[in-house]
């Protein structure tokens, strides 16, 4: 099915009236994953979400998405390589006129996976690192993978594909961003993504492990902008500062149900990545509904659009355009209530809060360079794990 086809144009050239159809497509595969990373967005709950789309429910989801305009698709996860049905997607998804970006930790992609994804008609890979030294790298994720990502990186080039190495970055590897700059350049990365922590499922959990101070941003942040200088007709560096050290709040997913639509593993239909955990919202799913449904008149995609449903000091503030009033699961993380102002904005009345969290990292008795500490252990990602912290929900206050 092609780009072309009648339904195709005929949906696209029907918008519904005051909502612009959405632009990027992530497709979460499974929630499966052979790395353990504290950092991880997944719901800390996965394993009460272990239900997975087969792969001709997962071909009408892009066939649904593509038809209301979605251009840009992700395959992700978990692990989107333990999908065997993943090159059959990938062709489906060229044939659409997607394009297409595998984001993947490298474990499971061999010489003949790489071949066979060239084939199908991938276009992009991005490659995760938890760091640059062999020791760091396997802690954080708790596997002995670094070796095996090297591998991986030349595997990539080598097959022709252009390659973006992602680094999640915290108090942990901040103090030696210069190596992990280093190491991209050295495996030839056309594009190195920095995402500075934050702080939503597992890292929402290991807070108190990972949230740096602020002379660590500044350091790495000035370490950035050198190599910007020297470095960067060779590879664009992106550096995203955490969300909690600055004054304004970003726009959650550049606007609730605005670009971003994400599709869970058992089909649940996200507004944003981490909308999971938020109680009380019903998550429409696309096994039950079409996608168009989904995006256009689903009270979950609607239920932050717009400004109606802002509190004070957002409903009144000049600001609102820009930032939307912030990040809806931040707002619920920190403050217990969805609707409330992102607590990141120094107008908002729980700004303490996250100044309090910020305080009490630069005062932590947990050294940047430990592996490990008794007194806060970090809580990995596994099944086990879940089980333990798998809640049930409350309503929305």
């Known amino acids: 099915m092609s780009d072309s086809s009648p339904a195709i144009a005929m949906a696209a050239a029907q918008p519904d009236a005051g909502i612009a159809p959405p632009l990027w497509l992530l497709a979460e595969l499974t929630y499966r994953c ?55 997607l990938v062709k489906e998804a060229r044939e659409l006129g997607f394009y297409t970006n595998l984001i993947t930790s490298g474990v499971g992609l061999t010489d003949k996976r790489l071949g066979d994804l060239k084939a199908a008609g991938l276009d992009h890979i991005q490659l995760s690192f938890q760091d640059s030294t062999q020791e760091l790298n396997d802690f954080l994720s708790s596997t002995r993978t670094f070796d095996l990502k090297r591998k991986v990186a030349t595997s990539i080039k080598q097959h022709g594909f252009p390659m973006v190495l992602n680094c999640v970055l915290h108090r942990y590897n901040l103090p030696h961003v210069d190596r992990i700059i280093d190491m991209a350049l050295a495996m030839g990365a056309e594009y190195l993504e920095l995402a500075n922590t934050q702080y939503y499922g597992w890292a929402h959990t290991n807070q108190a492990q990972l949230m740096p101070t602020r002379e660590q941003l500044d350091e790495a942040e ?33 606007g609730w149900g605005t670009v971003f639509l994400g599709i869970a593993p058992d089909g649940a239909a996200l507004p944003c990545h981490n909308a999971r955990s938020l109680p009380g ?5 696309v096994t039950q509904m079409p996608l168009r449904e989904v995006w256009y008149e689903s009270a979950a995609f609607n239920r932050f659009r717009g400004f109606d449903w802002m509190k004070e000091p957002c409903r009144s503030c000049d600001e609102k355009e820009r930032d939307l009033g912030g990040c809806r699961c931040q707002a ?49 990602r596994n099944d086990a794990n879940s089980r333990r912290l798998a809640v049930k929900p409350v309503s929305v206050p």
Request: glycine letters at 4%; proline letters at 6%; hydrophobic letters at 35%.
């Open 222 to 254: 000035a370490v950035v902008e050198r190599y910007r200088r020297t470095h960067g007709e060779r590879c664009k560096i992106f550096f995203v500062v955490p969300d909690y050290f600055e004054r304004r709040p970003k726009r959650c997913m550049n």
């Open 281 to 285: 919202l019903d998550l429409p799913n």
């Open 332 to 380: 619920y993380l920190l403050t217990g209530d969805v609707a409330n102002t992102d607590p990141v904005c120094d107008k908002s009345s729980a700004h303490d809060t996250v100044v309090q969290i910020v305080r009490r990292a630069a005062t932590s008795t947990v050294a940047a360079t430990a592996i490990q500490s008794r007194e806060q252990p970090i809580l990995f």
């Open 34 to 88: 052979p790395l353990h990373c504290a950092f991880c967005y997944n719901p800390v709950d996965y394993k009460e979400h272990s239900r997975e789309l087969d792969t001709a429910q997962w071909i009408d989801v892009l066939r649904q998405a593509r038809a209301l305009g979605a251009a840009q698709l992700g395959f992700s996860g978990g692990e989107p390589l333990v999908r065997d049905d993943l090159e059959m």
